[in-house]
């Protein structure tokens, strides 16, 4: 077997106390009210430690949930072009994460918030704080609509990653992703900036 | 504990035996390709006692599948209405059948179609066969275009279910159906009727 290389930082015992505080943490109290103290705490080492091993509170939380890709990374690729094409502009970054290797990371996580209540609050967690926030901030819509926009958008690209990738619903599941692209776009796009009938 | 009682068609072992080869039958050559007769042939019977047990191949494999509802008897009711009507009929039935007691059966579906990939084609025949086929035969669409509209239909529908039973992500989660139903239906409606652009 191939012996891994680079940097490890910390044991592996330290790191694991602390990815499994910030799991329990992020999971019962949520992204915005878990704090790295507390964690630390629980784990039973310094903060300054949590920061030292994974950064940010951001950081921390994406390695808690082995999340394959940092939405913090690509968002603002898509918040930055002209709004109308924000739809169209996070649906093909969505799919291709999805289609790319970091997808099967995804499949596992979908796998096991579907069968399992943390995960699935994580997954919650990593939905509202690390990719819906980051699109919403930037769109000049009603704040009171925001949650309602977001969650939608949500439904219809998970349901999307389902039907490609784990239910493999034909044509969804090996149509090119510009041809994905085109016919959801407009329903992203109405869900993030179009008049709700509520 | 309270007996069952009413009518119990066969000895459990027959029932069980009929069910197992149905549902390998089913997930392993389509719903279109298996048939009764191999079916009957797997489990060692004739094919007339499946018949006798079960009646159509429809409803041996919503037997098979442990399906809560029968499409078969709810989608007339949505094709029934006027053609612009359709994606609000049905998001509203698939709503309220996922809120009734029916929809714990479903989500129990979904999980294991998620983790197993027998479910996840049972699920796949389901949709197909059983739901999306039954609302796009009445609807007066280029025949080319069916599978695709079916299968984005499925992906939003699938995806509401999903944030509003298992990621249980707010406002879907606790949202009255009515207020989902204005904002999904016009989504539903395009993917069923719209100009699609591909």
Chains 1, 2 share one sequence.
């Not at 949590?50 to 898509?78: C, T």
């Amino acid at each position: 077997m191939a012996r891994r290389t680079g940097r490890r930082p910390g044991k592996p015992d330290t790191r694991e106390a602390i990815l499994d505080a910030a799991r329990t943490a992020f999971a019962e109290r949520g992204f915005d009210a878990a704090s790295i103290r507390a964690i630390a705490a629980t784990a039973g080492v310094d903060p300054a430690l949590v920061h030292h091993y994974f950064g940010s509170k951001d950081q921390l939380f994406l390695a808690a949930m082995n999340a394959p890709v940092n939405p913090g990374e690509l968002i603002p690729r898509i918040v930055a072009g002209d709004r109308d094409g924000i739809g169209e502009r996070l649906v093909r970054l969505f799919l291709g994460v999805w289609d790319s290797p970091a997808g099967t990371a995804g499949v596992a996580l979908l796998r096991s918030a579907m069968s399992n209540e943390w995960t699935a609050r994580l997954l919650r967690e990593f939905l509202v704080t690390q990719v819906l926030r980051r699109v919403l901030d930037h769109l000049d819509v009603d704040p009171a609509e925001l949650p309602l926009r977001g969650s939608l958008v949500a439904s219809q690209l998970i349901g999307l990653a389902v039907m490609r990738h784990v239910v493999r619903l034909e044509p969804i599941a090996s149509a090119p992703a510009e041809t994905l692209v085109a016919v959801v776009a407009p329903t992203v796009q109405r869900y993030l900036t179009g008049d709700l009938p509520t």
